[in-house]
C-alpha cells in the first residue's frame, strides 16, 4: 500500500536555529501534501496546504515566514521551521493527497520537535 | 465551514467490553467522506476506514464496525470485546468536496482517549 516517510521522527534544537522536515511519498505522485501541528493531548490542526510547484496555501493565524513549505516534486514537500523557539516544541505530521477524492491521505508518523 | 465533533473525551472500560466512540459532522456539502483514524501512543496515525457520503451502509471489520447515518450527521465507531491493545486515541474526520476542488482539507475532531482495562 502507499506509504508517507516522514524525517526526523524527533529533533532536539535550541532556541533560533532551524529545523527542516521531510514528508515523502513512498510509491505515489503526490499532488497535495498537508502539513499538520498537534500539541499533547490535543486535536491535529492544519498549518498549511502544499501543492507541488506552487506557493502552499496557510491556515488562518499560521505564520507563513517562520513556517515554510516547500513543494519541489511530486513526492517531496518539506516543512522549515525557521528561527525556532520553545513555543514551537510540537508534534508536526503530514499527509500526502494521491489525487483521488476518496484516498485516505496517507500520513507519516511525525516529527516530534523539542526546542530548548 | 465544516466541523467535526466527538464529545467524548476520554472513556476507560474494562476489557472485553464493548464501547461506542460517538461523531457528529457539520457540512454544507453534499459530497464528503468520513474517515476514522487510530492514534496509538508512539503518535501515528492508523487509518482505519473511509466512508463517502453516497453510502449510507453500515460496514463491520472484525471486532470494529461503523454507523453512518446521514439523517443525525453522526458516523459512530463501535469496538466489541474490547482488547487492551485497542487503546488509544482515535480522530473522527471529514473531508468534504466543495468549490476548492483539489485541495480539499481534512477536518479533525478533538479525538477521544480510550483507555482498556485489563
Redesign the interface.
Known sequence: GAVVSQHPSWVICKSGTSVKIECRSLDFQATTMFWYRQFPKQSLMLMATSNEGSKATYEQGVEKDKFLINHASLTLSTLTVTSAHPEDSSFYICSADAGTLNSPLHFGNGTRLTVT | AQKVTQAQTEISVVEKEDVTLDCVYETRDTTY?L?W?KQPP????V?LI?R?SFDEQNEISGRYSWNFQKSTSSFNFTITASQVVDSAVY?CAL?S?GSNF??????????T?LTIIP
Not at chain 2, 42 to 45: A, D, K, Q, T, Y
Not at chain 2, 102 to 111: A, M, S
Open positions: 467522506y474517515f483514524y508512539s503518535g501515528e496515525l487509518f473511509r463517502n480522530f473531508r468536496i483539489g485541495n480539499e482539507k481534512l477536518t479533525f475532531g478533538t479525538g482517549r
